[in-house]
C-alpha cells in the first residue's frame, strides 16, 4: 500500500465549514470572476470549474487570482496534463469523476490534493491503495444516493475516509448528505448551473447560494 496522503487539515477544515461546493461549467471567461463574485456573496466559498470547456483552464486562474478568498477546484480532471493545468491555475485541490491510477499519483507527485471518482468496493480499494483518504462519491442521486454511500463506505469506517457527494443531487437533498458522519462537502451543478451562467443571471446564482448555506448552517448548527 502507498503511502497515505490525507488533505492538509486546513483545507478539511475548511471543506467541511463551507459544505457545499458549487460545480460550474463556464463557457465564457468573462464570466469567471462575476460567477465567484455571485456564490461568495451568498455566502458559497468553493467553486469547483469543471475541465470540460475551452475556458475552464483560464476561469480557474482568474477567479484564482482575482478573488483569493474563494477555494479554487479543477473540476473532471482527467489526465496528468489537465493536473498540471490545474496545479499552474492556482487549483487548491482538483476532484474526478472517476478513477485513474496515473492521474492521482501525478497530482500526488506535485502536491495537488486530489479526491479520485468511486462508486463501488473495488474502485474504493483501489483508491485506498493509493493513500487516497478524500474522495468524491460520483454519481451520487442516480447511482443509489445517499443509501448506496452509506452501504459501500460502512466497511471502511476505521481507515476515517471522507466523502464529496456530486452528480444530480437536488437542493432538497442536500441536506440528508451533509448529516452524514463521512460527507466533508457536497457538489451542486444547481446552486449556478450553466444557463444562469450563460444569461448572466448573477442575482438569482446568489439566491440560489444563499439558499444552500442555510442547508449547511443548519445541518452544522444540529451537529
Not at 54 to 61: D, K, N, Y
Request: a negative charge; glycine letters at 8%.
Amino acid at each position: 500500500m502507498e503511502a497515505v496522503h490525507v488533505f492538509p487539515t486546513a483545507l478539511c477544515d475548511r471543506l467541511v465549514r463551507a459544505g457545499a461546493i458549487a460545480v460550474l461549467v463556464i463557457d465564457n471567461v468573462d464570466h469567471a470572476v462575476r460567477t465567484a463574485q455571485a456564490l461568495w456573496q451568498g455566502g458559497v466559498e468553493i467553486a469547483e470549474v469543471t475541465m470540460r470547456t475551452a475556458a475552464a483552464t483560464e476561469s480557474l486562474a482568474l477567479i484564482s487570482k482575482e478573488l483569493p478568498e474563494m477555494l479554487p477546484v479543477a473540476g473532471t480532471v482527467l489526465s496528468p496534463l489537465q493536473v498540471d493545468l490545474a496545479i499552474d491555475a492556482g487549483a487548491a485541490m482538483a476532484v474526478a469523476p472517476g478513477f485513474q491510477r496515473e492521474t492521482v499519483l501525478h497530482a500526488q507527485q506535485g502536491g495537488l490534493p486530489f479526491a479520485p471518482g468511486v462508486l463501488t468496493p473495488t474502485e474504493i480499494e483501489a483508491a485506498i491503495a493509493l493513500g487516497c483518504r478524500t474522495l468524491k462519491f460520483f454519481p451520487a442521486a442516480t447511482a443509489g444516493g445517499l443509501p448506496l454511500l452509506k452501504s459501500v463506505s460502512a466497511p471502511y469506517h476505521h481507515l476515517d475516509l471522507n466523502f464529496l457527494p456530486t452528480g444530480s443531487i437536488s437542493e432538497e437533498a442536500m441536506g440528508d448528505y451533509l448529516a452524514f458522519p463521512a460527507t466533508m462537502a457536497v457538489g451542486g451543478s444547481w446552486i449556478a448551473p450553466r444557463s444562469l451562467i450563460q444569461s448572466e443571471d448573477w442575482q438569482e446564482i446568489t439566491r440560489r447560494a444563499q439558499r444552500a448555506r442555510k442547508i449547511v448552517d443548519a445541518i452544522r448548527q444540529k451537529g
